[in-house]
C-alpha cells in the first residue's frame, strides 16, 4: 500500500490574504413542524408537476462500436456532466441544496440525482463538520430530497457560479452580505420546504418533497431559466462523449496511484474508493459506504476535485469564509484510480471556477458526475492516496 500525503508533490502557487468579514452571531431560522401527522407541507399536494418531471434519459455509447457517437434529436449534452440529457430541460436553471451531514440526518434522500456535490467544512467546531451542497439540473423529478439546513457564506459564491437557485434553511448574518447586496446572489429560497414527522428532533426533519420547488419558485418570483448571471457552455472541459476517457498515467509523466482518498474531516471522517466495475469513486463517511435511501444506491462520481484553500473563521461559532474567488491555488484531479495534481483559478463572484494542467491549459476531465471538495490550507498535507 502506497500512501501519498498532499503538499509533498504538489505544484506551487501564489498565495495573497484571505478574505474576512465582520458578521453578528448566528440566528436559527428552522421552520415549524407539525407533530400530529407525518408531512407538513407549504404547498399543495395537488400541485401540478413541474414539465421536466420525469427524469430525462442517459444515453450510453456502445463500447464495442468504433463507429462515432451520434447525439440522438431532443438531446443536448449536459453542462455540468458532459452526458446526454433531453433537451427540455436545456435552459433550466439548477438548484444547489444545502445538506446536513451530521450523522444524525442520514440517511439522506435522493443526492445521487446530484449531478455534482460539494463538500465543505461547515464551521471549524464540532470537529470540522461538513455539509453538503448538490447540484441538481433536473430538479422536476425530485420526489424527496434532503434533510435541508442552514448556508453559509461559501456555499453562496460557488452556488452563483452555476447560476443556481440555493435552497437552505437559514444560516449566519453573514449571508444577509451577499443576498441583500448583489444581484448575482440574491436568488434564493429559505425554510419553505415540507416537514417530515421521522422520529427525529426538528433539525432534521426538512425536505424538498413533490411540489415544494414550484410553489416556492412562484411565491419568490424567481426565474427557472438561466438569467444575466450564467456562464454559458460546459461548466468543465469535457472530453467528448463517446470518446476515449482520459488515462491521466499515459498523459501526465507526474501522476499518482489513487484507488482510494481520504480527506481530513475529523467529524465524519470521509474518504472515497474507486469501484473497479463500474469505474465510479463510491463515498463513504462514519466508516459505511452511503447509501441514497431513496434508491439504495450509493453516492458515487466519474471525478474527483480536491482544492486547496484559505479560509478565515467569522464569529466565536466558527463560522467561516473560504477564499474561494483567488488567482491560483494548488488542487487535485482524480479518476479512473490516478490523481494528477493541477491549480485552479476563480476570478470573480460569477465566474466559473477553472482547473489547469502542468501546462497551464484547461484539463480535461471524462464526463459524469464530480465530487469536489475545499480542504483547508492548514490540513492540506493529511489528505491520504491509497
Known amino acids: 500500500m502506497i500512501r501519498v500525503r498532499y503538499g509533498k508533490r504538489a505544484v506551487s502557487a501564489a498565495l495573497c490574504a484571505a478574505l474576512i468579514f465582520s458578521v453578528t452571531a448566528c440566528g436559527s431560522a428552522d421552520s415549524g413542524s ?187 418570483g424567481l426565474s427557472t431559466t438561466y438569467n444575466e448571471y450564467a456562464n454559458e457552455g460546459s461548466h468543465f472541459n469535457f472530453v467528448g462523449y463517446g470518446e476515449e476517457e482520459i488515462k491521466l498515467n499515459e498523459k501526465y509523466p507526474r501522476s499518482y496511484q489513487a484507488f482510494r482518498v481520504t480527506l481530513p474531516f475529523a467529524h465524519n471522517s470521509p474518504y472515497l474508493i474507486l469501484n473497479p466495475e463500474t469505474g465510479l469513486y463510491e463515498y463513504y463517511e462514519y466508516g459505511e459506504k452511503y447509501i441514497d435511501a431513496s434508491n439504495g444506491e450509493p453516492l458515487a462520481f466519474k471525478n474527483i476535485i480536491i482544492q486547496k484553500c484559505e479560509f478565515a473563521e467569522l464569529d466565536e461559532n466558527g463560522y467561516l469564509i473560504y477564499n474561494c474567488i483567488f488567482p491560483s491555488e494548488q488542487g487535485w484531479y482524480l479518476t479512473n484510480g490516478i490523481a494528477k495534481d493541477i491549480t485552479w483559478a476563480k476570478n470573480s463572484d460569477t465566474d466559473v471556477t477553472r482547473y489547469y494542467d502542468e501546462n497551464g491549459e484547461e484539463l480535461k476531465m471524462n464526463t459524469g458526475k464530480t465530487y469536489i471538495t475545499l480542504v483547508p490550507d492548514d490540513s492540506w498535507e493529511r489528505v491520504i492516496f491509497e
Open 34 to 220: 407539525n407533530a400530529d401527522s407525518d408531512i407538513t407541507s407549504p404547498s399543495n399536494n395537488d400541485t401540478e408537476k413541474s414539465s421536466s418531471s420525469e427524469a430525462p434519459q442517459t444515453y450510453v455509447p456502445d463500447p464495442d462500436s468504433n463507429e462515432p457517437y451520434v447525439l440522438p434529436d431532443g438531446m443536448y449534452f449536459s453542462e455540468f456532466t458532459g452526458v446526454p440529457i433531453s433537451e427540455e430541460i436545456k435552459n433550466q436553471r439548477p438548484i444547489a441544496v444545502m445538506v446536513d451531514n451530521e450523522v444524525n440526518a442520514l440517511p439522506h434522500y435522493e443526492t445521487t440525482k446530484a449531478d455534482v456535490v460539494y463538500e465543505l467544512m461547515n464551521s471549524t467546531h464540532n470537529e470540522r463538520i461538513t455539509r453538503l451542497m448538490c447540484i441538481v439540473k433536473d430538479w422536476g423529478s425530485i420526489q424527496q430530497m434532503g434533510n435541508i439546513r442552514s448556508t453559509r457564506p461559501t456555499n453562496i459564491i460557488l452556488a452563483a457560479e452555476w447560476n443556481a437557485i440555493l435552497c437552505h434553511d437559514g444560516g449566519p448574518a453573514a449571508h444577509n452580505t451577499y443576498f441583500f447586496n448583489k444581484d448575482c446572489y440574491k436568488d434564493h429560497i429559505s425554510g419553505k420546504f415540507s416537514r417530515i414527522n421521522n422520529g427525529k428532533s426538528q433539525e432534521y426533519t426538512e425536505y424538498i418533497l413533490e411540489g415544494d420547488l414550484k410553489y416556492a419558485i412562484e411565491e419568490e
